[in-house]
């Protein structure tokens, strides 16, 4: 897990706490990313949470040469979002601090860690049906202890597939902002590239916050830009 530097943490942690309690008792959507904004001084931060399938078209862990390529690459375009969220030129903005990440939905969990929890969660779960099949134990040993060894085996087989499944569906996208402008107040427009870089993306609801109070905003695919005249 990454963080800005102390001073963005000032600016994203308070304005975006409720919209991230939001974010996490909300669904996992497949096409629908977040994007945070916040307007203070000379700077904006920003902070976008998106599926995976959106980016790279796939949540599966990345094992094969060509997703990991696709993943480093789609980080790699991640870090720069000014190709992705145009801001006009007369606000004369640039990027201070970018990161972008590949992690788990569940904040502060690696992928790969959770991928470890999840076969721990499974070898309990393969304990428990196999105490199941105890209690519904024949009178005949033998056919007792074939039955057992049949089910364990079936029950380890499902619960891989089941693990994959669950890993599959909670990785997202996770990138952090922070850029300065000189005339702040001509940013009253993004235009959201980020929609052709990424053919998956279908919409981005957006929060934004300024002096003025925060905006809730939904940029969809076919509208790809955002009046910000008010927020000013």
Do not use: W
Not at 77 to 103: I, K, M, N, Q
Not at 106 to 131: M, N, T, Y
Request: charged letters at 25%; hydrophobic letters at 45%.
């Amino acid at each position: 897990m990454f963080k800005l530097a102390p001073a963005a943490l000032l600016i994203v942690t308070a304005s975006f706490a409720a919209a991230e309690q939001t974010r996490q008792l909300g669904a996992h959507v497949h096409g629908v990313g977040k994007l945070d904004i916040a307007f203070e001084g000379d700077r904006i931060a920003m902070e976008l949470h998106a599926p995976g399938a959106d980016i790279v078209g796939f949540e599966y862990v990345a094992t094969s040469a060509e997703d990991r390529a696709a993943v480093d690459g789609a980080v790699a375009t991640l870090a720069r979002p000014l190709d992705l969220f145009s801001l006009p030129p007369s606000a004369v903005c640039s990027v201070v601090e970018a990161r972008a990440a590949l992690e788990s939905e569940v904040a502060g969990v690696a992928q790969g860690a959770r991928e470890e929890g999840h076969e721990d969660h499974a070898h309990g779960d393969h304990s428990h049906d196999a105490h199941a099949n105890d209690e519904h134990a024949h009178d005949d040993h033998a056919e007792q202890k074939h039955d057992d060894h049949a089910d364990a085996a079936h029950s380890g087989h499902g619960h891989d597939h089941g693990d994959h499944a669950a890993g599959a569906g909670h990785t997202e996208f996770h990138a952090e902002y922070m850029l300065t402008c000189a005339a702040p107040a001509q940013a009253t427009l993004i235009i959201f590239g980020y929609f052709e870089i990424f053919p998956n993306a279908r919409e981005l609801e957006v929060q934004v916050i300024s002096d003025r109070g925060a905006v809730a905003f939904e940029v969809v695919r076919d509208a790809p830009t955002l009046d910000l005249r008010d927020m000013f």
